[in-house]
């Protein structure tokens, strides 16, 4: 099996194991990433939610926000890992189809 | 380190787009000039793999979470203009469709994750590793030393990013208009993080792949005389 072939199975072992990043912080109950902090986490951290970030914050509607099934937020780990392992493969998926075309249009021919 | 929507004020997020501009153009100059056709699929991996390894957030206990970023392992194994390519389709994937780094910051976000975490690491790799045999462990330390300065001079970045805000915008009674932190407290808490633990996530993940590259595919941590070929 050539190298990249196993790389390309690295990254599958990769997408399904994913869900650690889920569990890992709720284990030892840690919140957001600094900075990264949703109107009602920032409310209570300074008291006011700032009035440009809350006009901001809801520019964009993602199609999966958080590397979940919209309206699966309050379900539990259980549910959420199967999204974040759909969320990375789909991920993975988009971002190879992105790059071969990018890569074809960029790299040099016959070489 | 990925910042959303509403913490950089519109100045700040025009300046970083119009400062990703040339960058990007330069990245597709470059990479066109180098890039093999049979590179591509290495390259593909190399953003995808940044792409899945920024999922595993790693939690500092009862505090906040971070995250690796892989950028110095693709600018090892294709250079850090290809990095830079590979890392912003990730972010840029990342925030359109999982809402992870807001709209406005994609600019911001390539910088420092697409710019300057690949071009810190590669060349503090290609510092400490200088001529020193591909199989060599010094190799292998200088790859995650790579990851782990690279990481840290990212989130020193993202840090005055987020800091200068509250400088920058305000209202008259004094209230942040965006994100509502300083230097004194932003910069702090975002290299603190990743010198204490994110970046040994970096340091690990650089590190071992290319342990293993040198066993299984040498070639391909030499990617200066491959293009030289």
């Not at chain 2, 840290?152 to 509502?180: D, I, K, R």
Request: hydrophobic share 55%; proline share 5%.
């Amino acid at each position: 099996m050539t190298t990249v072939k196993k790389l390309w199975i690295g990254l599958g072992v990769l997408a399904i194991a994913s869900p650690i990043g889920l569990y890992l912080p709720d284990k030892f109950k840690a919140g957001a990433a600094w900075g990264e902090w949703g109107a009602d986490e920032m409310k209570e951290l300074v008291g006011y939610v700032p009035a440009g970030l809350e006009k901001l914050s809801s520019l964009w509607n993602a199609v999966m926000p958080d590397y979940a099934f919209k309206g699966w937020e309050e379900k539990g780990l259980g549910h959420l890992s199967l999204a974040y392992v759909v969320s990375a493969l789909m991920g993975i998926a988009i971002i190879t189809g992105v790059m071969l075309l990018l890569g074809k249009l960029l790299a040099r021919k016959g070489s | 380190m990925h910042i959303p929507d509403g913490y950089l004020g519109p100045a700040t997020c025009g300046v970083f787009y119009a400062g990703m501009v040339p960058l990007w153009a330069r990245a597709a100059q470059q990479v066109k000039r180098t890039l093999k056709a049979k590179q591509v699929p290495l390259m593909a991996i190399g953003a995808a793999f940044s792409f899945v390894i920024m999922m595993f957030n790693v939690p500092i206990p009862g505090g906040t979470t971070g995250h690796a970023v892989g950028a110095v392992l693709v600018a090892i194994l294709l250079g850090p203009w290809a990095a830079c390519i590979a890392v912003s389709v990730a972010l840029v994937i990342q925030a359109l469709l999982f809402g992870d780094g807001g709209i406005s910051a994609i600019g911001a976000n390539c910088f420092n994750m697409a710019f300057v975490l690949p071009f810190v690491g590669y060349y503090t790799y290609k510092l400490i590793s200088g001529n020193s045999a591909i199989a060599s462990f010094r190799r292998v330390a200088a790859a995650g030393i790579g990851g782990y300065v690279g990481l840290a001079v990212a989130a020193l970045c993202a840090g005055t990013e987020f800091g200068l805000q509250p400088l920058l915008h305000h209202t008259a009674s004094g209230q942040a208009l965006y994100c509502p932190y300083g230097l004194k407290i932003a910069v702090p808490a975002m290299v603190g993080g990743h010198l204490l633990v994110f970046g040994w996530v970096e340091l690990l993940a650089t590190a071992l792949v290319v342990k293993y590259l040198q066993k299984a595919e040498p070639a391909l941590l030499q990617p200066e005389t491959e293009a030289a070929q």
